[in-house]
């Protein structure tokens, strides 16, 4: 069930920008939010989280490239991608939980986003 209202996406060229909204109105308990991206073939990957106390937590993969930030008084999250690469291309879901470990690791416990495609072409 669909319980975030994720914005953002879309397709750029590498090395372009994109960067991704997601609101959880009422969550207020949850703590921690985030994205986790799925490609095809790929398995599920983790790729930033935020707590309420501004802890962050980055993929290898998207760390130096990506900057996750949080408006805690209106629970809006922001995932701000730059230097984009053809490797970061998948479906990006919005994610919130009680903690950075939860949303990561127990993702059927998370409330959702509905996803949005980022694709970057070389």
């Known amino acids: 069930q669909v319980q975030l209202v994720e914005s953002g996406g879309g397709s750029v060229q590498a090395g372009g920008s994109l960067r991704l909204s997601c609101a959880a109105p009422g969550y207020a308990y949850r703590n921690c939010m985030g994205w986790i991206r799925q490609a095809p073939g790929k398995e599920r990957e983790g790729v930033a989280t935020?707590?309420?106390?501004?802890?962050?937590s980055y993929a290898d993969s998207a760390k130096g490239r990506f900057t996750i930030s949080k408006e805690n008084g209106k629970n809006i999250a922001y995932l701000q991608m730059s230097n984009l690469e053809p490797a970061d291309t998948a479906m990006y879901f919005c994610?919130?939980?009680?903690?950075?470990?939860?949303?990561?690791?127990?993702?059927?416990?998370?409330?959702w986003g509905q996803g949005t495609q980022v694709a970057v072409s070389s």
């Open positions: 994610a919130a939980a009680r903690s950075a470990w939860l949303l990561v690791n127990r993702p059927e416990h998370n409330s």
């Open positions: 935020i707590d309420s106390d501004g802890s962050t």
